[in-house]
C-alpha cells in the first residue's frame, strides 16, 4: 500500500483540500472566456494559466464540469491516424498523456493496454497498411499483423466471427490507451484553479458580443462578461455558439452511443475495434466491458438513447466474444457529436477576430484533450496557429484543403 | 440443514412445499422450495451470509430482496453476477458468491474492511500513479475489483425476439397497476399490464400489516384482471427500458419483446429506502418490505427478535406482521419526534411493544465474527442528531427499518418527464408527464391504499382516453395525510461504516469529504463516489445521497436535483440483447453454378462473390492466370449480377442523370451507352458505372457493387427533394447480369441469339435489347477487362438458365468463369480504375483521371461548384500508372505502401499486380504532380523498410490502342 495513503489515517479531517474554488460571482472583465468546461475548455485554461502566466481567465460551464462529452465517451486514447498531420497532432498528445497523472498528481488511470482494429476484408486490411506506413513513418508505433498474432494474443476471439466475417488481420498500435474520463476533466480543472482561472459551473453563454468584427464580450445566464478573446470549446453545441456570431461551419450532429456491462474480474487487456462490425471494446480498471459502435445514422441534437443500438452491439460482439452472452449490460447513454465532413478537428482562428474554437470533435476528441488545450493556449495567446493545427482551420473547408481522416476514425473513435 | 426459519403454511406462498429442491451454496448443501428464491432458500436454512461487499469486502445477507441492492450475487456455472434475491431456486444449482477469494467465509480480502480508513473515497485517485508501477497497481485493481467470472468456453446462447403491440401498457401489476389496467379496458382499450415478479399483487400480496382487507382488495382486482377479455397479464417480465414513441423492452429469462404502445401507464411504485447507521449492512439488518416478502411470499421467518426501526405507519404495520408470524419485537424506534399514531401503533401499543419516538439506531451491534446482528443500539435523535449519551443497547438478532421510499421512476425519467420534490410526501412526484405517458400510485406520491386504487383508475381511464377509448373519468385522489419518507433518516458516527451506497460501499462521510473537496453538485458527488453506479444502479442510494448533499450544501432537495436514469432498469444479458443475430447473405442466381464449378467466394458487401475457381492440383494463383489467359485469347465468363442496376424513366430522366453524374447524357443517343461518375457536393468521386439510353425518356444504368444501395438512397431522396418528372427504379436483385468477354466471346454468343452482332449493327459501347437463348435480354458492348465482351442483363429468374446457354455455346471454345481476382488484374491491365480502391475519400475525377469524363459547361451537377473551384488550385496529386523495374526480384509492394520523396510521404500505391502477359508488376499510385511525369520514378518504401523504384508508365498498360475490345478480329 502506497505511503501516500498514510496520511488519510493519521490526520483527524479529511486532509484534502477543494478542488475548485466557489466564486460569488462572475467578475465584469477577463482577459480570456472560455466557454464550455469539457476536457478541451478546460485544458485550455490550464496552459493558458500554466504555460503563458494569462490567469485572468474564466471557464463558462452551463452544466458542471466534464459533463458534456468528456463524461461520456469511451475514452480511446491513440495515435494511429492516416494523414501525417494526425498522426503528429495525435502523437504529440498521447506523449502528454502519459505525463499527465504526475503533472496533475491526480491518478487518471491512465492504462497503455495496446490497440487492435481488426479487419474482416481486404479493403480494411489495405487501410490498415496505409495507417501503419503513415504512421511508422511519423515515428509511431503500429503494424499489420495477421491472424496466427491476433490468435496468439486474443485467444479467446472467435476468429471466424461467427463463421460470417472471418477475421484475416488487424493493426496493431501498443500505445492505444484508455483512462478515467472525469479525472481528467477534474485534473485540468483544478489545475486551473489553482492557478487562478474562475471556473463557473451553471452558467449558460447566451451571446456575444462583437464590435466591429472583433468580440468584445459574452452575455451569460448571470450577467455580462466584456473580454477581447472567447475560445468555445463546446463540442456538440458548437452550432449553436457559431449562429450567435454567424460564422458558418460545416459541423453537423450526430448522436454517439455506448453501452456498459457489469463488472466482472479481468479478462480483456487490449481495446479492440472492429470497423466492420462497427464495434468496439474495452475492459475498465473496475472490470466493467466498454461497448461502443459508430454513429446513429442520422443527424439529431439529442443525448437520448436508443434500443436497436443494443440490440446491433451486442449480436456484433457476441460474434466476437459468444462467451459474453450472460454478460449483463446495466446502462446506456448518448453524447452529441460535431461531426466534420472530413473527420478531422477544426481549430484556431474564426472570420471573427478574438474568437477561437476549438471544435469538430465528432467521436475521437477525448485523446485530443491535452493537445487541444496546449495548442489552442498558444493560439490564443499569439493570435497565429499552432503548427500542429494549421492542417485543422476552418478555411480549408473553403479552400478544399481537407485533411482525410475518414479512413482512421469512423468507427474506431 | 433444516428449514428452521420455515413459517407454517401461509395462504398465498409462493412456494411449492410438495417440490422440494436441492442445491449447493458455496460447497454446502441446501434444501428449499419451487418458488423459492436463491435468498430465500438460504435464509430459511439459516444462513446469513450470502456474499461480500465490493470494496471492504464485508458479509452480506438479504437486504431488499427486490433487486434493489446486490448484496446476494453469485455465480452460477458460466451465469455471473446472477441476483440471488430474485433468481428462481433450480435443481442442482452450484452456487458460490462472487468477488471472494478462496470461498465466502476465509475471503483474505476482508483484511480491507479493516483498512478502509486508508481508503477513503477515491482513494485511488490520491496515489498509485507513479509512472513505473501504475501498471502493477492497475493489475491489482483490476483483480479486486470486478464481481463475477466469464467463462470464456461458453457457447453463444440464441434467443428469440418477439414484438408486441398494446394500446395501453401498464408497467406494475401492483394495486394501482391492477387498478388502472381495468379502468383503460373497462373503457375498450387492449391492455398489457406487466411485473416482475413473479406473481402480480405487488404491495397489495405482502404489506399486510395486520389489514387482510387489502390484500383481499388487491386479489378482487387481480381476478377481475385475469379474467378481462382485453387484459394480458405477464408476470415475471421487466420493462428494461422505454424509448421513444412508446417503445418498450420487456425481458423475461429467455427472451426481449419489444412492445409498441400507444400510451403507458407507469405504476412502478417505489423502492424502500434503508436508514443509515453504522453497520446497517450487517446480514440481519433489513428493509421492512424484505421482511414482508420473506414472510408472505416465502414463508420464512426474517429473525427471531427483532428491533424495528421506522419513521412512517409502515413500520408498524412491518412490526404487526413480525409479531403475528412469530417474531418477538424487542423494540420500535419511531425517528419522529411527533405524529399521528396510527392503526397498527396503537395496536401494538395494546400488545405492550416497548416503543421510543425521537429516537434512532446509532449502530448495529454485531455478533462475533461480524456476520449477524447482535443488538441495536439506540439514542435520542433531535434535529437529525444522534445524542450519544442517551445510547443505549437493545439485544436482537435483526433489525427491520422502515423509515421511506423512492419513486420507481427509471421510466418516467427516460421517457422525458420532469419531476419536482413534493414537500408533503417527502419525494420526487411527477410534474409534467409527455403526452401519452401516465403514472399512479406510490411513483407518483400515492401511498393510502385507496387512495392507490382511486389513482389507477384516474390514470387507466386517461390513457384509455387518450388513444381515443371512452371519456377521461374524472376521479378526485384524496392527497396523503402524512408523508411515508421521512427526511433525514441518517445517522452520523465517528467510526463510519454507515453505508449510504452497498454496491460501492459509500459511507456516509465518503460524501462529507467528497463535498469538501469540491464535488457538490448531484452529478459531480455521483461521479467521483460512484454513488448508483453500481449494478442497483443508486435504486437504494440514490436518494440518501441526494438528501445528504443537500445537508451539506445547505439547500434543498428540490434544489439539487436528481442525476438521469438510463435504460437499463434492470441489467439486460447481451444474449437477450442480441437475440439470434440474423446476417442476410446475398447470392446471385448462378451462385449453386459457380460453387459446383469450384468457386472460392469471398464476400463484397453483403453479397458472396466467387474469387476465382479452384481446379485440381493448381494453386490460386495459377488458377487466377489460367482464367486471365482465358479471357485475353479464348473466352471467359464472369457473374456480374451484383452491380447496382437501376432504370429511371421520365420527361427529365436525362435532366435528373446530368444533374448527379458529371457527364453530359442528354445527347447521348438511343441504344449507346456512356460511362458514368458520380462525385458528391465537394467534388470527391463517390461511384461510378454505365449509362445505357433506351428511349428518349428511359435510362438503365449500373453502379458499382458496394454503392449499390447508397446510390439508390441517394438518388431517391434527391428525386424527392428536386421532385423532377422521372421516377427510378431498383432493379439490383431482380437482374442477373453476366459479363462475357474474350476474342471469342462474338462467336459463342452468336450461337445462342439472332442479334446482329457485326461491329456495324452493334458497334462497341451500344446496348441492344434482343433474344439470348430465347431469354429477354439488355445486352450492353462495354467491358471492364478490355476485350470484345459483352454485358447481358435479364430477369433474375432466367440468369441460370442464360448462363448455362453460355457455358454450353462456349464450350467448343474451352469457354471458362472467371472471378472477382481475374477481373481485378485484367482491369489492371487496362488501367481501369476501381472506385474506393484507387480513390479515396478526398479524390477528385482530375486526380483519378477522369476528367475528360467531366462536362464543366453543364449547368449543374453535384460537385461542380466545388470543382470549379478545385480546378483553379494547383493540383496535390494524380493518379498514375507505374511499372516495376523487371529486374525487381525482393518482395514487391503492396496495396497502400508509401511513396516516399525527399523523406516525405509524396503519395501510395493503390493497386499493385503481377501480370504475366506483360511480365512485369504493374500498378496505379496517387502521388503528388512532381512524380507524376511520364516515364519519371519514384520510391515505394514496403514493409521491411527498403525502398523499390517504379516507373510512371501510360496506361492501359496492356493494348493501349483499344483494338482489342473495339476492332473486329
Ligand atoms: C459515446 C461517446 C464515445 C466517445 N468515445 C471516444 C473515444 O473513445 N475516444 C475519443 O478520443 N473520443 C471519444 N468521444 C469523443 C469525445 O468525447 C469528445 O470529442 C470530447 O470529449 C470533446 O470534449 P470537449 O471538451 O470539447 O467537449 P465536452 O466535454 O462536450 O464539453 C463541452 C461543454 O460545453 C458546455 N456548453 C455547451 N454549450 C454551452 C453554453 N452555451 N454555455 C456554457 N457551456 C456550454 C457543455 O455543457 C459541455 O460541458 C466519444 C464521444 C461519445 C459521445
Excluded at chain 1, 493558458?48 to 452551463?62: I, P, Q, S, Y
Excluded at chain 1, 472490470?287 to 452491439?313: K, N
Excluded at chain 2, 423512492?406 to 403526452?435: I, K, S
Excluded at chain 2, 401511498?447 to 377509448?469: M, P
Aim: include cysteine.
Amino acid at each position: 500500500m502506497p505511503w501516500r495513503l498514510l496520511r488519510f489515517v493519521t490526520s483527524g479531517k479529511h486532509p484534502e483540500p477543494q478542488m475548485f474554488t466557489h466564486h460569488d460571482g462572475l467578475k465584469k472583465v477577463y482577459d480570456a472566456v472560455i466557454i464550455g468546461a469539457g476536457g478541451h475548455g478546460l485544458a485550455a485554461a490550464y496552459y493558458l494559466a500554466r504555460d503563458h502566466g494569462m490567469t485572468n481567465v474564466c471557464v463558462l460551464e452551463k452544466g458542471y464540469i466534464g459533463g458534456g462529452n468528456t463524461g461520456r465517451n469511451t475514452t480511446i486514447i491513440r495515435s494511429n491516424y492516416i494523414t501525417p498531420e494526425g498522426v503528429q497532432f495525435y502523437d504529440t498528445s498521447v506523449k502528454l498523456w502519459q505525463d499527465l497523472s504526475q503533472d496533475f498528481d491526480l491518478n487518471l488511470f491512465y492504462a497503455t493496454r495496446g490497440h487492435y482494429t481488426l479487419a474482416h476484408t481486404d479493403a480494411a486490411l489495405r487501410t490498415m497498411r496505409w495507417r501503419a506506413e503513415v504512421n511508422k513513418h511519423c515515428g509511431v508505433e503500429s503494424e499489420v499483423v495477421g491472424p496466427e498474432e491476433l490468435r496468439r494474443e486474443i485467444p479467446m476471439m472467435d476468429m471466424s466471427c461467427g463463421g460470417h466475417a472471418p477475421i484475416i488481420g488487424a493493426l496493431y498500435h501498443a500505445p492505444g490507451a484508455i483512462a478515467r474520463h472525469d479525472a481528467v476533466a477534474w485534473g485540468y480543472g483544478r489545475g486551473a484553479d489553482q492557478r487562478g482561472v474562475q471556473i463557473h459551473q451553471q452558467t449558460e453563454v447566451l451571446g456575444i458580443e462583437v464590435t466591429a468584427g472583433r468580440v468584445s464580450g459574452v452575455r451569460t445566464s448571470r450577467g455580462f462578461i466584456a473580454t477581447s478573446k472567447v475560445l468555445c470549446a463546446v463540442a456538440g453545441s458548437t452550432p449553436r455558439i457559431l449562429d450567435m456570431i454567424g460564422v458558418r461551419s460545416p459541423i453537423y450532429i450526430h448522436p454517439l452511443q455506448a453501452m456498459v456491462s457489469e463488472p466482472m474480474k479481468p479478462w480483456l487487456d487490449p481495446i479492440l475495434v472492429s470497423g466492420s462490425l462497427h464495434v468496439y471494446i474495452s475492459q475498465s480498471a473496475r472490470g466493467e466491458l466498454v461497448l461502443g459502435a459508430s454513429l446513429d445514422p442520422y443527424e439529431l441534437h439529442s443525448t437520448r438513447s436508443t434500443l436497436d443500438f443494443t440490440e446491433g452491439l451486442a449480436a456484433h460482439m457476441l460474434e466476437l466474444f459468444p462467451f459474453l452472452s450472460h454478460v449483463k449490460i446495466v446502462r446506456q447513454w448518448a453524447g452529441m457529436a460535431d461531426m466534420t465532413p472530413d473527420f478531422a478537428p477544426i481549430m484556431g482562428k474564426t472570420p471573427i477576430e478574438g474568437f477561437y474554437l476549438d471544435a469538430g470533435w465528432g467521436t475521437w476528441g477525448f485523446k485530443a484533450t491535452p493537445v487541444s488545450g496546449k495548442t489552442m493556449a498558444h493560439t490564443m495567446v499569439t493570435d497565429t496557429p499552432h503548427p500542429l493545427i494549421t492542417g485543422f482551420s476552418l478555411d480549408r473547408f473553403r479552400n478544399y484543403a481537407l485533411t482525410g481522416e475518414k479512413g482512421a476514425a469512423s468507427v474506431g473513435h | 440443514m433444516s428449514n428452521n426459519h420455515r413459517l407454517p403454511r401461509l395462504p398465498g406462498e409462493w412456494i411449492d412445499r410438495a417440490h422440494s429442491i436441492e442445491f449447493e451454496f458455496e460447497g454446502k448443501h441446501f434444501q428449499g422450495f419451487a418458488g423459492d428464491t436463491i435468498s430465500s432458500a438460504l435464509w430459511a436454512s439459516g444462513q446469513r451470509v450470502l456474499g461480500r461487499s465490493f470494496k471492504y469486502h464485508r458479509p452480506r445477507g438479504i437486504f431488499s430482496l427486490a433487486n434493489h441492492d446486490v448484496n446476494g450475487m453469485m455465480q452460477w456455472g458460466q451465469k455471473l453476477n446472477v441476483r440471488a434475491d430474485v433468481t428462481l431456486l433450480e435443481m442442482g444449482m452450484q452456487l458460490s458468491a462472487v468477488n471472494t477469494f478462496g470461498g465466502l467465509n476465509k475471503d483474505p480480502a476482508k483484511v480491507l474492511n479493516h483498512l478502509s480508513r486508508f481508503l477513503p473515497v477515491g482513494f485511488y485517485y490520491k496515489a498509485f500513479h507513479g509512472k513505473r508501477l501504475f501498471p502493477r497497481w492497475e493489475r491489482v485493481f483490476r483483480t479486486l475489483a470486478g464481481l463475477g467470472k466469464v467463462n470464456l468456453s461458453t457457447p453463444r446462447l440464441l434467443t428469440p425476439k418477439d414484438y408486441a403491440f398494446c394500446a395501453v401498457l401498464i408497467v406494475g401489476a401492483g394495486p394501482s397497476g391492477l387498478a388502472a389496467a381495468l379502468a383503460a379496458a373497462d373503457q375498450g382499450a387492449d391492455v398489457v399490464i406487466v411485473d416482475e415478479n413473479a406473481q402480480a399483487g405487488g404491495s397489495g400480496g405482502y404489506q399486510i400489516g395486520g389489514e387482510l382487507a387489502k390484500r383481499e382488495a388487491t386479489e378482487a382486482l387481480l381476478v377481475r384482471v385475469i379474467a378481462h377479455p382485453r387484459i394480458r397479464l405477464l408476470t415475471g417480465i421487466y420493462a428494461a427500458g422505454y424509448y421513444t414513441d412508446h417503445w418498450i423492452a420487456l425481458v423475461d429469462d429467455k427472451k426481449m419483446t419489444k412492445l409498441r404502445a400507444e400510451a403507458v401507464v407507469i405504476a412502478a411504485g417505489s423502492f424502500e429506502q434503508p436508514a443509515v447507521f453504522r453497520n446497517n449492512d450487517l446480514p440481519g439488518v433489513v428493509l421492512g418490505s424484505a421482511a414482508q416478502r420473506l414472510i408472505y411470499r416465502y414463508a420464512v421467518r426474517p429473525m427471531q427478535r427483532a428491533v424495528v426501526l421506522c419513521a412512517n405507519a409502515d413500520g408498524y404495520r412491518v412490526a404487526l406482521d413480525l409479531i403475528v408470524h412469530g417474531v418477538m419485537v424487542a423494540a420500535i424506534v419511531d425517528l419522529r419526534a411527533h405524529h399521528q399514531p396510527c392503526d397498527a401503533e396503537v395496536e401494538l401499543a395494546a400488545k405492550g411493544v416497548e416503543m421510543h419516538t425521537g429516537t434512532c439506531i446509532v449502530e448495529a451491534l454485531p455478533t462475533p465474527g461480524c456476520s449477524g446482528v447482535a443488538g441495536a443500539r439506540i439514542a435520542a435523535f433531535a434535529n437529525g442528531v444522534a445524542d450519544a449519551a442517551t445510547a443505549r443497547d437493545i439485544p436482537c438478532d435483526g433489525i427491520v427499518m422502515s423509515v421511506g421510499w423512492a419513486p420507481a421512476a427509471n421510466l418516467l425519467y427516460q421517457a422525458g418527464t420532469h419531476m419536482r420534490y413534493d414537500d408533503l410526501v417527502e419525494q420526487f412526484v411527477p410534474d409534467a408527464l409527455p403526452p401519452g405517458v401516465f403514472a399512479c400510485g406510490r411513483v407518483n406520491g400515492v401511498y393510502d391504499f385507496k387512495a392507490r386504487l382511486l389513482d389507477g383508475e384516474r390514470a387507466g381511464s386517461a390513457a384509455a382516453a387518450h388513444v381515443g377509448f371512452g371519456e377521461k373519468r374524472s376521479v378526485s385522489v384524496p392527497v396523503e395525510l402524512e408523508s411515508s419518507s421521512f427526511p433525514w433518516p441518517i445517522v452520523a458516527h465517528p467510526q463510519g461504516k454507515n453505508f449510504v451506497d452497498f454496491d460501492e460501499d459509500l459511507q456516509l462521510k465518503d460524501f462529507e469529504n467528497a463535498v469538501q473537496e469540491g464535488f457538490d453538485n448531484i452529478e459531480l458527488l455521483k461521479r467521483f463516489t460512484t454513488n448508483g453506479m453500481g449494478p442497483s444502479q443508486g435504486k437504494h442510494s440514490n436518494m440518501n445521497a441526494l438528501r445528504i448533499l443537500a445537508r451539506l450544501v445547505d439547500k434543498h432537495p428540490r434544489e439539487v436535483g436528481t442525476t438521469t436514469a438510463r435504460p437499463f432498469f434492470h441489467p439486460v444479458p447481451m444474449a437477450l440483447l442480441a437475440g439470434r443475430g440474423f446476417h442476410p447473405v446475398r447470392r446471385t442466381p448462378m451462385h449453386l453454378r459457380h460453387a459446383a464449378m469450384g468457386a472460392y467466394f469471398m464476400s463484397a458487401g453483403d453479397w458472396q462473390r466467387p474469387e476465382y475457381y479452384a481446379r485440381q492440383h493448381k494453386d490460386r494463383l495459377e488458377c487466377i492466370r489460367e482464367e486471365v489467359d482465358m479471357v485475353r485469347h479464348g473466352v471467359g465468363i464472369i457473374d456480374v449480377g451484383t452491380l447496382g442496376k437501376l432504370e429511371i424513366i421520365g420527361p427529365q430522366a436525362a435532366e435528373f442523370l446530368e444533374r448527379v453524374y458529371v457527364s453530359r447524357y442528354a445527347n447521348l443517343k438511343i441504344g449507346m451507352t456512356r460511362y458514368a461518375v458520380m462525385c458528391d457536393e465537394t467534388g470527391v468521386v463517390v461511384d461510378d458505372g454505365v449509362v445505357a439510353r433506351l428511349a428518349e425518356d428511359h435510362f438503365y444504368f449500373t453502379t458499382t457493387t458496394s454503392g449499390a444501395t447508397a446510390i439508390y438512397r441517394e438518388l431517391s431522396r434527391l428525386n424527392t427533394q428536386w421532385q423532377m418528372a422521372c421516377g427510378i427504379i431498383n432493379h439490383t436483385g431482380a437482374f442477373a447480369a453476366i459479363n462475357l468477354a474474350g476474342p471469342q466471346s462474338r462467336k459463342v454468343l452468336a450461337r445462342v441469339t439472332t442479334l446482329d452482332l457485326s461491329a456495324a449493327a452493334f458497334p462497341y459501347l451500344a446496348i441492344r435489347e434482343g433474344k439470348v437463348a430465347g431469354i429477354p435480354a439488355r445486352l450492353m458492348r462495354v467491358g471492364f477487362v478490355g476485350e470484345w465482351g459483352y454485358e447481358i442483363h435479364v430477369p433474375a429468374e432466367d440468369g441460370v438458365a442464360l448462363w448455362d446457354a453460355l457455358v454450353a455455346a462456349g464450350s467448343p471454345f474451352g469457354i471458362r468463369p472467371f472471378g472477382v481476382e481475374a477481373q481485378r488484374l485484367l482491369r489492371l491491365e487496362k488501367g481501369h480504375v476501381i472506385i474506393g480502391q484507387d480513390t479515396d475519400g478526398l479524390t477528385t475525377p482530375f486526380e483519378a483521371g477522369l476528367g475528360w469524363a467531366v462536362k464543366m459547361d453543364k449547368p449543374f451537377f453535384i460537385g461542380q461548384r466545388s470543382l470549379q473551384i478545385v480546378d483553379k488550385q494547383p493540383q496535390r496529386q494524380r493518379l498514375v500508372g507505374f511499372r516495376l523495374d523487371q529486374a525487381h526480384g525482393g518482395p514487391a509492394p503492396q496495396e497502400c505502401h508509401l511513396v516516399i520523396h525527399d523523406g516525405a510521404i509524396s503519395g501510395r500505391i493503390t493497386s499493385i499486380g503481377w501480370s504475366h502477359i506483360l511480365c512485369a508488376y504493374i500498378g496505379l499510385a496517387m502521388v503528388t504532380p512532381e512524380l507524376a511525369k511520364p516515364d519519371q520514378t519514384f520510391e515505394i518504401r514496403i514493409t521491411d523498410g527498403s525502398l523499390v523504384v517504379a516507373r510512371v508508365t501510360p496506361t492501359p498498360f496492356y493494348d493501349p490502342e483499344q483494338r482489342q475490345q473495339k476492332e473486329e478480329a
